[in-house]
Antibody
Framework: QVQLVQSGAEVKKPGASVKVSCKAS????????LHWVRQAPGQGLEWLGW????????NSAQRFQGRVTMTRDTSISTAYMELSSLTSDDTAVYYC????????????WGQGTLVSVSS | QSVLTQPPSVSAAPGQKVIISCSGS????????VSWYHQLPGTAPKLLIY???KRPSGIPDRFSGSKSGTSATLGITGLQTGDEADYYC???????????FGGGTKLTVL
């Protein structure tokens, strides 16, 4: 079945970077976009950006531009999201989610990766 | 503050029907498809409705979606205690060139 499995929880200090992985299985990795969405504790969903695993093209939300880097390794069907210059406001669960197009729906979602930023 | 506006909470008795609204603008709901997700505590969101009113396989027909102008609604009939979750609407925003979501609606089945 289609599945997205993310890397484990991370604890980082302010100013550091974090890299979260998302391994896809059960479908053609290069045939779908992968988006990154985060959810701060007790809060709603916030979109970070997408990557086209086929071309490597990316697009990110304006507020994260310059701070988020999305990459992929097609040989192992895995996408990565790296967020730099972390602050406590970046403490959240980070999800990857598959989409048939940049403006289409998200299905399925990864299980989420908790990133905690604390001094 | 979320770009799309949802009521913070709704409630209804088992077996009853509930409607969750999602209000936006011409740059998002007005000119792009709406999708709906539900999220059980401690789990990832799951797709309920896509392209305004389509249900993925495995989603029962108790769930329905509609869109009119710059607003969308999610309807749930025959409420079950297992439907208690947070519900989110989402859409692409052409002006922001970004995905936007509602703040989420907590459904309580009394």
């Amino acid at each position: 079945q289609v599945q997205l499995v993310q890397s484990g929880a991370e604890v980082k200090k302010p100013g550091a970077s974090v890299k979260v992985s998302c391994k896809a299985s059960g479908y053609s990795f290069t045939g779908y976009y992968l988006h990154w969405v985060r959810q701060a504790p007790g809060q709603g969903l916030e979109w970070l950006g997408w990557i086209n695993p086929n071309s490597g093209d990316t697009n990110s939300a304006q507020r994260f531009q310059g701070r988020v880097t999305m990459t992929r390794d097609t040989s192992i069907s895995t996408a990565y999201m790296e967020l730099s210059s972390l602050t406590s406001d970046d403490t959240a669960v980070y999800y990857c989610a598959r989409a048939p197009a940049t403006v289409a729906w998200f299905d399925p979602w990864g299980q989420g990766t908790l990133v905690s930023v604390s001094s | 503050q979320s770009v799309l506006t949802q009521p913070p909470s709704v409630s209804a008795a088992p077996g009853q029907k509930v409607i969750i609204s999602c209000s936006g603008s011409s740059s998002n709901i007005g000119n792009n498809y709406v999708s709906w997700y539900h999220q059980l505590p401690g789990t990832a969101p799951k797709l309920l409705i896509y392209e305004n009113n389509k249900r993925p396989s495995g989603i029962p027909d108790r769930f329905s979606g509609s869109k009119s102008g710059t607003s969308a609604t999610l309807g749930i009939t025959g409420l079950q205690t297992g439907d208690e979750a947070d519900y989110y609407c989402g859409a692409w925003d052409s002006s922001l060139s970004a995905w936007v979501f509602g703040g989420g609606t907590k459904l309580t089945v009394l």
